[in-house]
């Protein structure tokens, strides 16, 4: 960021025009004006003015007049860079094209176009935040483009639907959803607040972000180590942590809940993360047997195509989870399960179900050219998994091992470990 005296960022505040018009203002006015106050009385060297962006999926007529006195980016402006992008790609020539009948795929073409709108934005350097307003449609239209900045670049949306599950609109961004608590249908004593909130923090967040990138500038950036968790693996994460961040890298630990895994290896495509040591797989053993925090079909794949240095273990992958346990399935209820709390339960993977999961792990690994050491602890996956312990079953954790020792076609660059030690808390701290 320079330091010149017109350095303007862009806050857009974004919404269906053609319905939420009235709620779009407000929320505009409320953002502007706390930037505004946060700015007043300080010499900088910047102004963040906000940005109206009209992403209504009907035709309608928008000018001047419509968005009072903010600036705006008008809905054929937000198309255009969809359909320039796809022409370009088909090397053919670049004319407007209007979105299509079905709303379904309108929402989808729109929230396309937004989504390289903002990349646009964010390579010129204009960025500064984003915040929309929506129901269901219009949260759909906008989480799909916002989760695609950055961590960091501070990003809203006050939503209907901002409660339950959130998970596909969020994913794995820093994305906020802020219940709305009424509908979002004009401004009354209710959305007055929710929308006055929503300007207040989004101005905070922005100019704090503007003016820390600011002082931090100039400071070196440390190597970045990604580092999977779950709470039956803390000691053996906590101690790989410790001596890493002696030796001068930065760590960054992944709850492995599905969600965990997914933000890891976005991370490391963007290229946030240099290194990887995946002491818990456990999502595997959810996604073989059906718990629900699975990941999916692609666990594994960034950080092997990304080629950047692996260290993988097999830490609890003796546990499958699910909910409360009213919540089951029937089929589980003979097999040792664990209350860990009102909301969770855990299940004890079988031996048949270890070899599914050294399978799963084994054929990704075996397709991959890149830096790999895969660490086998003998005697237990996880602080469960020991002597008096719930899940302490050294026939399927000898198989899980055998398997992987089995499968893994080792090379050069792809090794295996086996470690005669109590646990895998004791694997990766030698």
């Known amino acids: 960021m320079g330091d010149d005296d017109d350095e303007v960022f862009r806050v857009f505040c974004i919404a269906t025009a053609d319905t939420k018009l009235e709620e779009l203002l407000f929320l505009s006015n409320s953002v502007q004006s706390n930037l505004d106050i946060f700015c007043s009385n300080?010499?900088?060297?910047?102004?963040?003015?906000?940005?109206?962006?009209?992403?209504?999926?009907?035709?309608?007529?928008?000018?001047?007049?419509?968005?009072?006195?903010?600036?705006?980016?008008?809905?054929?402006d937000v198309l255009s860079c969809y359909y320039e992008a796809k022409h370009q790609q088909q090397q053919e020539s670049f004319g407007i094209t209007d979105l299509p009948n079905d709303r379904g795929e309108a929402i989808a073409v729109m929230s396309k176009a937004l989504e390289i709108f903002l990349k646009k934005a964010l390579d010129d350097q204009l960025l500064a935040g984003a915040v929309g307003l929506g129901g269901s449609g219009g949260t759909s239209l906008l989480s799909n483009a916002l989760r695609s900045l950055p961590v960091g670049i501070p990003k809203f949306i006050i939503s209907t639907v901002a409660s339950g599950h959130t998970s596909p609109y969020i994913g794995t961004s820093d994305l906020i959803l802020l219940p709305s608590v009424v509908d979002i249908c004009g401004i009354n004593s209710i959305s007055r607040v929710v929308f006055s909130n929503a300007g207040a923090a989004v101005a905070g967040m922005v100019l704090g972000r503007i003016l820390r990138l600011r002082d931090t500038f100039s400071v070196t950036k440390k190597p970045t180590v990604g580092i999977t968790m779950y709470g039956i693996t803390t000691p053996c994460v906590n101690a790989v942590k410790e001596r890493l961040e002696k030796l001068g890298f930065e760590t960054l630990i992944f709850h492995a809940t599905g969600v965990g895994g997914r933000a890891m290896e976005d991370?490391?495509?963007?290229?946030?993360?240099?290194?990887v040591m995946d002491i818990t797989t456990t999502e595997v053993a959810d996604y073989v047997v059906g718990g629900i925090m699975a990941c999916d079909s692609s666990r594994f794949d960034a950080v092997l195509e990304m080629e950047v240095p692996l260290v993988l273990s097999v830490g609890a992958l003796d546990?499958?989870?699910f909910g409360a346990k009213h919540t089951v399935p029937s089929k589980y209820h003979q097999r040792n399960l664990l209350v860990h709390n009102e909301q969770i339960t855990a299940m004890r993977t079988t031996a048949d179900e270890s070899k599914e999961c050294a399978a799963f792990i084994a054929e990704k690994l075996n397709k991959s050219s890149s830096k790999i050491r895969i660490c086998l602890p003998e005697k237990g996956t996880s602080a469960l998994d020991s002597p008096g312990k719930p899940f302490y079953d050294p026939v399927a954790t000898a198989i899980l091992i055998d398997e992987l020792q089995n499968l893994v076609v080792t090379n050069e660059y792809r090794q295996v470990f086996q470690i005669e030690l109590s646990s895998i808390l004791n694997v990766c701290t030698r």
């Open 267 to 275: 991370l490391v495509r963007s290229g946030s993360i240099q290194a």
């Open 42 to 76: 300080k010499s900088h060297s910047f102004k963040i003015q906000v940005t109206i962006v009209d992403v209504s999926a009907n035709m309608h007529k928008t000018d001047a007049t419509s968005f009072k006195n903010f600036s705006y980016v008008t809905r054929e």
């Open 319 to 321: 546990v499958v989870t």
